[in-house]
């Protein structure tokens, strides 16, 4: 089975590059499942109903997020939808769910949404989170997904060693850069410590580069806009073994828009 893995979607040049990039990369590839990070699809920083609506159209089948998922109120229209998921390690209470399982082509596909606590929000620890909830999805699913969004990179890696065996692939989202990584662990895991994001790559993770270089040099207040120009669709494809749940396969996406 191929599952798509699409990086951190930046505002509307990040989903106009989904529409225009992903019906031909899907069919192209003969790809069977398409998960994406879409908590940065609305302006740049959350998300909406009718954004993640939008995204479904292109033919992506899971939205994970992460720390900027309720950075809208308008979130809240959207984030019961079972397509939907938020960091299944934040406390209890909080709308949403951080995982689902998803059947496509006969197949059932888990995926779990993680948030990392190093140099991020101090959330409930993700290493005993994934634990549990791997422990009972295996039973209703071989394919299990981890998304985790974390900042550091010793962190993703942790997860990647800390599930090999029990999880299909751990993919590393929240940096907006494409690392050079990805790898079969020992017991079949697929791994990447970031996949990348998507939308205008002449910018600064997304947003106007002078504005950005303009706060590093006077450490003033700046308004950060979306960036056009360079835009790239970038993820992972990976190929999994149906019957064991192991990855086969993974390769870095990066296919610029023309």
Excluded at 41 to 69: Q, R
Excluded at 93 to 103: D, L, Q, T
Excluded at 234 to 254: C, H, N, P, W, Y
Aim: aromatic fraction near 6%.
């Amino acid at each position: 089975m191929k599952i798509l893995f699409i990086g951190d979607i930046v505002g509307s040049p990040g989903r106009e590059t989904i529409a225009k990039i992903l019906p031909n990369l899907k069919s192209g590839r003969q790809i069977d499942m398409v998960i994406a990070n879409g908590e940065n699809a609305a302006g740049g920083s959350g998300l909406t109903a009718s954004i993640a609506y939008e995204l479904f159209s292109t033919g992506i089948d899971v939205l994970t997020s992460g720390d900027h998922i309720f950075k809208k109120k308008e979130s809240l229209d959207i984030i019961d939808d079972p397509k939907v998921l938020r960091p299944a390690n934040l406390p209890d209470g909080v709308p949403g769910r951080g995982f689902g399982v998803y059947e496509k082509n006969k197949i059932k596909v888990a995926v779990i949404n993680l948030q990392g606590r190093v140099f991020m929000n101090p959330i409930d620890c993700p290493f005993r989170v994934a634990r549990a909830l791997v422990e009972t999805l295996s039973k209703e699913a071989k394919i299990i997904i981890v998304d985790i969004h974390a900042e550091a990179t010793s962190e993703k890696i942790a997860m990647g060693w800390f599930l090999d065996g029990r999880i299909s692939a751990c993919l590393g989202t929240h940096t907006h850069v494409q690392t050079a990584d990805e790898r079969i662990l020992p017991e079949g895991c697929a791994f990447i410590s970031d996949v990348g994001m998507t939308g205008s790559c002449d910018s600064v993770i997304g947003r106007k580069k002078e504005q950005i270089i303009e706060r590093f040099l006077t450490s003033m207040p700046t308004r950060f806009e979306l960036a056009r120009g360079g835009e790239e669709l970038q993820g992972a494809l990976i190929d999994v073994d149906q019957d064991t749940g192991k990855a086969r396969s993974i390769e870095r996406i990066k296919e610029a828009l023309r």
